[in-house]
């Protein structure tokens, strides 16, 4: 019986080969598709079904379209033709465009802002609060007396008009932004503009009954804008330079003055020293006081932080030092700035601290102590990381590490990894971990190579860590799951630039 089974098998098999050589017979042939569709059925509906609403959502969307931008009137049945349609732009922005080709065509050429948040030629924005956007428009027209131009068009119907002109006579606009300064829902407009080489100077124009006031002039390095007194309205922090060094000067709004300045803060940051690599932050101290952070690099590779904040009323440096006249947030540079390292909602400044190093060939290594401080100048300890900028990664330190541990870094080809060891006074240090960045064709093979754990999996580089002997018998060890909770990568910070 078996023979017989098997003889037919291998006489069909043959039958088989020839019928797809020559063509099934056509009886066979539907069969087939029979079969086919039956199987299509059964495990294609689900698919089918999905298919059809991403059809009829695609088809909905492009008749929205044809509606909203006036491809055609409404119709129960429609060409295919009518889906090809494009958009039309809405008749205000054809006349927007209009009249910025006007003044295109009279020898102005594009001039957009060269720092900041917005740097775009065209921007919209709704300046006085009505839900309607108007348009400033950054131009150049060397032929002019003031070459700089900020043409502000307001919406009206269905077309935009120009409703005011600010002009500079600047070689360029460093920045604009807009706040609202006197919390009445209307924002003011402020304009850095590059006077000269080493010379910005700072407008501040409120825009009234169509037509734009200058509340403020002033000189200016950089300078920030910021609730500092939890009123509900933004006051101006403006950073320059005077005959003894640098200042800020804090200016609020009053109902009957306008924006005035109320107070200033002696700065130890130089002006050259925050504008070559230094930065300006804004966060909060502990009990959720505002405070601006000025950051300045020194030419000797150190980095100076003043912390400005109120108290009673005027701004105050919180961190300077009564005894020499100098912050006391003088660090050495290791490329990081004040940030919230730990997301609890107030800013930490990093400092550097520098590891132990078993052997002089060993390069040094750092922890970084990230602190929060109040708005007396106190600061405590908030984390502690070791930052592996090379590799791009960064590990919270856990607190009894602290002053028990030195790290060494090596490299090969395809792999480099940062190994902590244990380091106790009279004992032979012993390696408790090992993070890895492991690169290359091989590296999902080399990523679990002996006791390897997967931390992070990116498009080029996979990172890996592994628990050494000295781990089990330490007091201080740590499992896995601790580690990968500890471990975070460096994100590259997007940074606008200062205005």
């Not at 309205?233 to 320059?240: N, T």
């Not at 003043?306 to 009564?322: K, P, Q, T, Y």
């Not at 190093?357 to 106190?378: C, F, H, K, M, N």
């Not at 870094?409 to 380091?423: A, I, K, L």
């Amino acid at each position: 019986m078996h023979t017989s089974c098997a003889s037919e098998k291998n006489e069909q098999t043959v039958k088989n080969r020839e019928n797809r050589k020559k063509g099934y017979p056509r009886q066979e042939k539907r069969a087939i598709i029979y079969k086919l569709n039956y199987a299509y059925r059964q495990k294609g509906e689900r698919e089918m079904k999905r298919i059809w609403r991403y059809l009829g959502l695609t088809l909905t969307v492009a008749f929205a379209v044809m509606l909203l931008s006036g491809c055609g009137e409404l119709k129960l049945s429609f060409s295919p033709q009518d889906l090809y349609c494009l958009p039309a732009l809405p008749a205000k922005y054809t006349e927007l465009n209009s009249r910025i080709n006007e003044i295109l065509n009279s020898g102005a050429e594009y001039a957009a802002p060269t720092s900041g948040a917005n740097i775009q030629s065209v921007q919209l924005v709704d300046l006085n609060g009505d839900g309607r956007e108007e348009a400033l428009a950054f131009f150049r027209n060397s032929g002019d007396e003031k070459p700089m131009k900020i043409y502000i068009f307001g919406a009206r119907g269905d077309t935009y008009e120009q409703i005011d002109l600010i002009e500079g006579s600047g070689t360029a606009i460093y920045s604009i932004d807009y706040q609202d300064l006197d919390g009445d829902g209307q924002k003011e407009i402020a304009v850095g503009w590059k006077a000269a080489t080493e010379l910005q100077v700072l407008e501040v124009y409120a825009l009234g009954d169509n037509s734009a006031e200058m509340l403020l002039r002033t000189n200016y390095v950089r300078y920030t804008i910021q609730d500092m007194n939890r009123d509900q309205r933004r006051e101006l922090i403006v950073l320059q330079s005077d005959e003894e060094g640098g200042i800020a000067d804090y200016y609020g709004w009053q109902a009957d003055g306008g924006l005035v300045k109320q107070s200033s803060a002696r700065l130890s940051v130089t002006m050259a020293e925050l504008s070559q690599q230094g930065r300006v932050t804004k966060g909060c101290l502990r009990d959720d006081v505002p405070a601006v952070f000025v950051t300045g690099v020194t030419e000797l590779s150190g980095t100076v932080t003043d912390v400005l904040a109120l108290r009673n009323g005027e701004l105050s440096n919180i961190v300077l030092s009564e005894q020499t006249g100098v912050s006391k947030l003088v660090h050495p540079f290791c490329g990081l700035y004040p940030m919230d390292i730990n997301n609890d909602g107030l800013m930490e400044v990093p400092s550097p601290a520098r590891l132990p190093t078993v052997s002089d060939e060993d390069a040094p290594a750092q922890r970084i102590d990230w602190l929060s401080y109040d708005e007396s100048g106190g600061g405590e300890v908030a984390l502690c990381t070791y930052h592996c900028v090379e590799d791009g990664w960064y590990l919270q330190i856990p607190e009894p590490w602290t002053d028990h541990i030195y790290i060494t870094r090596s490299t090969s080809q395809n792999e480099s990894g940062v190994t902590f060891y244990t380091w106790e006074a009279g004992e032979t240090p012993a390696p408790i971990l090992r993070i890895t960045a492991v690169t290359g064709a091989n590296r999902e093979i080399n990523a679990v190579r002996g006791n390897r754990f997967l931390l992070s999996r990116q498009t080029k580089t996979l990172y890996t860590a592994e628990l050494l002997e000295g781990n089990d018998t330490w007091q201080y060890g740590v499992t896995a799951d601790e580690v990968r909770a500890a471990f975070s990568l460096i994100q590259t910070e997007w940074i606008a630039g200062d205005n």
